[in-house]
């Protein structure tokens, strides 16, 4: 060491520097990072609002990362609604209480020695499981279905045009 003419206590020194630096480099990353997005989305509406005062009506593909948000949002809204409610859960239970219908037979038969009380509380569970399953397939199915898939939806009723529409308001 003395003839490179370093310290002792250098060496240690750099080997805890490293870690620091490369945490400190990664904030300073993300910072930038963040402050480059923001710079970025607020020419982005500068853009727009020049379109605005010039008269121009701004695309709504001006924005695709908003449109991809907020659809990835409406499908996980879904996806939460459906497997929140309906036929899925009450399979999921079902399947579930059976299994654990089964367990606790053969727990209490096998490690209990008595199969008569293990065949009672598991079979208990069992045909509770069963119960949830069976009612799973007399519910219907939640779907988005029910409306064809190109995103039209049927006119509500207030917005359709009767007979009576020419322009006058019924008084």
């Known amino acids: 060491m003395d003839e490179l003419n370093v310290s002792p206590l250098l060496i240690p020194l750099m080997g805890i520097m490293v870690p620091i630096v490369a ?4 904030f300073v990353f993300i910072i930038v990072k963040t402050l480059a ?3 970025v989305r607020e020419l982005e ?3 727009r609002i020049a379109m605005i005062e010039r008269g121009l009506v ?3 593909e001006v ?3 908003g449109f991809d ?3 990835s949002r409406l499908e996980r809204r879904e996806l ?3 497997s929140r409610h309906g036929s899925s859960r009450h399979r999921r239970v079902g399947v579930t209480l059976i299994g654990v219908g089964f367990g606790m037979m053969m727990l209490i038969g096998v490690a209990g020695n008595s199969v008569s009380e293990g065949i009672g509380v598991g079979g208990f569970l069992v045909i509770l499981g069963m119960a949830f399953l069976i009612n799973s397939f007399f519910e219907p199915r939640s779907g988005g279905d029910s409306y064809p898939s190109s995103g039209a939806r049927p006119a509500s009723p207030s917005t359709q045009p009767g007979p009576d529409s020419g322009g006058s308001s019924p008084a």
């Open 69 to 71: 948000r907020a659809m």
């Open 23 to 26: 945490i400190i480099g990664a």
């Open 37 to 39: 997005r923001a710079r």
């Open 63 to 65: 924005d695709p990362r």
């Open 80 to 82: 939460r609604h459906e």
């Open 45 to 47: 509406i500068r853009e």
């Open 58 to 60: 701004p695309a709504p």
